[in-house]
DNA sequence: TGCATTTACACGGGATGCGG
DNA sequence: CCGCATCCCGTGTAAATGCA
């Protein structure tokens, strides 16, 4: 797992390398002066500030340096002093540990057995059994997760004791339980061992055990320790919410990876009744395409096969239902699992398993399904035993037609055979209580095409519907329809369009449509008009979108009011954020009251005078003004003055976060943030706390409050911005500098 | 233990660069 | 200018972690 990405180096200015012109000694000016005589002292309050931190860094530098070549001249002494035909002895883990580990709970082994420890001999590998070596006692340590020892894998005792890692300050110590080990003949079993603390705070994130000697030598003899493998110990909350490998079918549907308990595709299953692995597999072998809508384009496909592949692991109950449909020409059964997969077809009293039917069958057995869940008093419950075990076994040793199984009867006619009933297990009414639910709920037109339908392929094109409409409900999260309900016409095997084109495919459909009009009747006739009702009624709401998005753009440069002589811009979103760095400084240079004030973000390219770049910070000659690290966004602030207080940063986007104080720092004059930052506890504290960049503050007097949020992000819904306005504060004598957004304009007091 | 916060990751889409 | 590949940014989400 790669780190997130930390605040870039500070880029050298694009000019740093200077033309000739500024290579050349220039006379200074007075502002230049000044400029400089703050920056110097700017300079010594950070030297000052940083001093200490960099003593305390190089001398751990040095340290570490220090200790690595002492390790080497022992390692190279002992090399020399032991010749290689010396005896030496190693300790092994023999068996993995089971993961993932949690605090507090049980180390063990794979397979749940206990963590032996073997001590073999380092020439022959050979468990040592006899002996006084063989039954000493050893002790179980915790080791750096990144501890690797030497391109031979090999270490010193010394620097395997430096790797062993310590509990945090005022915590008990790290591993609990048995750490002391006595062999016996070669082995010994660790009893009740468990780590109180989690890996995530050490600098790999992860730890190893290790096994040691107390001294790394038995009667002269070196004795190598053994580590393990690394790994991540987990808070032992995470067990509480682990994936299940593999997940039961009674598992809540969150145990499924890629799907959080409580997170927003756990909340959109749970609004379909999706609560349960079964379930979710229901709907998977039923109507993928549904599933997948429902989670949403949210779910990268990435991470859809993740969890269906996490799905499929799940051990399905032998459990078959069969399902005869009423309409059925030949009486012929569909078997399907508990999940509803087609196990295969029971026609003329055989069996037909679903890898002997032609592709159309399996496709009409599935169709059948489908029904079968819409009926669900009407499917028998039958034993996998019964009808596939004993019968596949014959089946297979059958030499007459394959894929048939002879004698088998009917279990319309012959029930008892294989314990066939009605099943008594509820209707799993994924099917039924979309379409109900939906069917209630819709207040389309196109539900008056969906209620004349008739029949079963018109009505599974009305289950389309209802899936289109499903969209745009609450639950679902998204707004009008998504561009992944275009799945379902392709599923349907109706023609799929481009988005783009989409106009003249309706244009298209509606052509063919008429032209069914005048050559068919019923059926096809109805099946053609819904299905251009659907088309236009998804392209009117395309055009809805599409038409609301062009709004926004527009909005996006509308949402500003410029008063006064400032020019000032604030926005989120990077091209506004740009224009904000662009005119931002125009606004520092005509606004003597309002010397420095915001943060601005990393737009260089577009900017006249330069002034911003990631990871940098800026000075406008009087005083603080930004810094930014990746666009002023993932990680920034500004310091005040005396640099104790972050007085504007950014989280990620300018956007998730920040705030410019006034010169007290005692009112917020500026911020914006998002969804996921608390104001409060954002406001003066920086994502990524790394850089150390003097900068002040230099309002004027008066200036008490002049803020103003882009709440819209913490109240982002549908993918609509709500915007809140929550203050506007300046004095009469500043010269303005915040705009308003949206259609709300800010009333300056 | 629940909620808040932080971190990591993936992906869509726009920007950009490059070759034809 | 176009098509294509690649990169980068903005964003949504899960998962881990901190804290009261």
Known sequence: MSQKRQPDEPKVGRDAAGSPEEKRQKVPALKGVITEVMRTQNIHKFVAAVEPLIRKVVKEEV???????????????VKEISPSTSRSLQLQFKNKLSLPIFTGARIEGEDSSGITIILVDAVTGQVI?????????????????????????????????????????????????????????????????????????????????????????????????????????????GELYKKHHPPSLVDEVWRLEKIGKDGAFHKRLACENINTVKDFLTLLSLDATRLRNILGSGMSAKMWEATVEHARTCVLTEQLHIYYHPDGENKSGVVFNVVGEVMGLVCDQRFLPIRDLEDKE??????????????????????ARDLLGKHLH????????????????????????????????????????????IFDACTSPIMVSAEESRGDMERFHSSLVYDTIDNTSECSGQPFLGDD????????????????????????????????????????????????????????????????????????FGWFSFTVNAVTRLSFGSDTVASVAAEGSLSLSTLPSLEATMAASSF?????????SEGTSYHNGTGAVAVASRPLCDASYVLNKDNTNAVAFAGRPLCDAFCVLNKDDTNIIASTFSNHSSFKSYYKVARYPLRLLHLEINLAENVNQLGFELGPRIHRTNG????????????????????AFVDKRITLR
């Open 63 to 77: 340290e570490s340096a220090f200790a690595n070549y002492l390790s080497s001249m022992t390692r190279q002494s």
């Open 485 to 556: 309900s275009w799945g379902h016409f392709i599923d349907s095997g109706i023609p799929a369009f481009d988005t783009a084109d989409i106009g003249a495919a309706v244009t298209g459909f509606i052509a063919m449509s008429t032209r069914k009009t005048t050559t068919h009747s019923g059926k096809s006739y109805k099946g053609w008009r819904m299905l251009s009702s659907v088309l236009r009624w998804v392209f009117n709401i395309k055009k809805v979108v599409a038409s609301k998005r062009k709004l926004r753009g527009k909005e996006k």
């Open 362 to 383: 399996k496709e009409e057995a599935r169709v059948v399904v489908k029904l079968a869940y819409q009926h669900w008093s009407s499917v028998l419950a039958c034993d």
């Open 129 to 237: 059994t006899s002996g006084q070596e063989s039954s000493m006692k050893v002790e179980i340590v915790v080791l750096e997760g990144d501890f690797e020892g030497d391109e031979e894998d090999n270490w010193t005792f010394e620097e395997f004791s430096n790797n062993i890692v310590k509990e945090r300050e005022g915590k008990r110590s790290l591993l609990t339980g048995d750490v002391f080990v006595d062999l016996k003949q070669g082995i010994g079993v660790v009893g009740e061992l468990s780590f109180t603390d989690n890996s995530s705070w050490t600098r790999s994130r992860k730890f190893k055990l290790g096994a040691r000697t107390a001294d790394g030598y038995f009667n002269g003899v070196r004795v190598r320790e053994a580590k393990t493998e690394s790994f991540m110990v987990k808070d032992h909350r």
């Open 394 to 437: 014959s089946f297979q040793s059958a030499t007459e037609s394959p894929g048939a199984i002879s004698g088998f009867s009917s279990p319309v006619v012959e029930a008892d055979c294989f314990d066939l009933s009605r099943s008594s297990m509820l209707s799993p009414d994924i099917f039924s209580i979309g379409a109900t639910r």
């Open 604 to 612: 260089e390219a577009m900017h006249p005078l330069n002034w911003v």
């Open 720 to 739: 609509v911005y709500n915007t809140r306005i929550i203050d506007v504060d300046a004095h009469p004598s500043t010269t303005s500098v915040i705009g």
